[in-house]
């Protein structure tokens, strides 16, 4: 049986959706961060892996957007899990007696409402809601309380305090299941992709992009942006040349993406950064212009994936880098 890893410990809500999307006798391994699980899929210690991607409360799981695109994996699947947050602890008790509640970031970011309604509960960063739970069962504290499954509360003996500590009834949780890439990515009743991309800082390069989707009537689901790693920016510097002047585009040495160079005309050249005194003399503004990663999944009928590997085609050849994460069927819990 293929091992499949997911962040946390046993009961997380991260191998809750997995046991859901492969199977209950699914064979699950925990691990502590999210760059592990890239990590050890790229050196084929496991299959499978579940990724959080995005949640209905907070937005988008950022870390794993940062990771996707540096790393040789695909999507092949994703599900759509209902998050209902409980309060544990060890004893039977008030809620007035706890002094801490430990939980996964993004769990305590999704309770906000319950912290302001207890001020006095110190919320407590912890690598994981299972993990938070397991930790508070071992050491008996009765003052620190976890946030966690129901599921978990039963396989650690706690009792729940609460139950649906989040702010919003209609929290739930997308997760996307990946695995080592392969040569070709096949699946035959997709209706799904998910892909990663960049454009030059032209007038009018992401609107371009983004309308052969609306010209095919394409659904975009999501469409997020995250800074590009490795290139905190372009110095875009207007030169003058009597009374012309261009732009000039300098590239960071430190590039982490194979970017190609702009379309646009390159009026000057520079070395390494120590050049870069020499630039601003000549220079009589420099704009800094962030550069930014777009994000999109979109879904499609199966039978139009055809028109939609067509569409993606046309989009390589005009963004500055283009990744496709993968193809795979939508999930079906929403």
């Known amino acids: 049986m293929a091992n499949i890893l997911y962040q946390g410990a046993p009961t997380s809500y991260s191998e809750i959706a997995t046991k859901k999307f492969f199977g209950k006798d699914s064979n699950c391994i925990g691990v502590n961060t999210f760059a592990e699980i890239y990590e050890l899929l790229e050196a084929k210690s496991a299959y499978y892996a579940a990724i959080p991607i995005e949640n209905s409360v907070i937005g988008p799981i950022w ?86 499954s129901s599921e978990t509360a039963a396989v650690y003996g706690l009792t729940i305090l609460q139950k649906n500590l989040e702010d919003n009834p209609q929290n739930f949780t997308r997760f996307i299941f990946i695995r080592q890439k392969r040569a070709a990515m096949e699946c035959d009743m997709a209706d799904k992709c998910s892909l990663v991309f960049s454009v030059q800082h032209q007038p009018g390069t992401l609107h371009h992009v983004l309308a052969e989707f609306a010209d095919k009537k ?69 704009i800094p212009s962030f550069e930014y990663l777009f994000y999109i999944d979109c879904e499609f009928v199966a039978e139009r994936k055809k028109e939609v590997e067509m569409i993606l085609e046309k989009m390589k050849q005009q963004a500055a880098f283009f990744k496709l994460l993968g193809f795979y069927k939508r999930g079906n819990d929403r």
Not at 79 to 101: A, P, Q
Not at 263 to 269: L, T, V, Y
């Open 63 to 148: 870390e794993n957007d940062d990771l996707l695109p540096f790393h040789d994996v695909e999507v092949v699947g994703e599900h759509y899990l209902r998050i209902e947050h409980c309060l544990l602890s060890t004893l039977e008790g008030n809620i007035g007696g706890l002094k801490k509640v430990l939980s996964h970031p993004k769990a305590l970011e999704q309770c906000r409402k319950f912290f302001r309604k207890h001020p006095w509960i110190e919320p407590v960063v912890h690598f994981d809601t299972a993990g938070a739970a397991r930790e508070i069962a071992i050491s008996g504290n009765i003052e620190t309380a976890a946030i966690a």
């Open 218 to 286: 394409v659904n975009i689901t999501r469409i997020a942006s995250r800074p590009m790693l490795g290139r905190p920016f372009e110095e875009i510097a207007k030169l003058q040349f009597g009374a012309k002047s261009a732009l000039f585009v300098q590239d960071p040495d430190s590039a982490q993406i194979a970017y190609p160079k702009s379309s646009m005309s390159i009026c000057a050249e520079t070395g390494p950064a120590q050049k870069s005194s020499n630039l601003a003399s000549k220079a009589s503004f420099a």
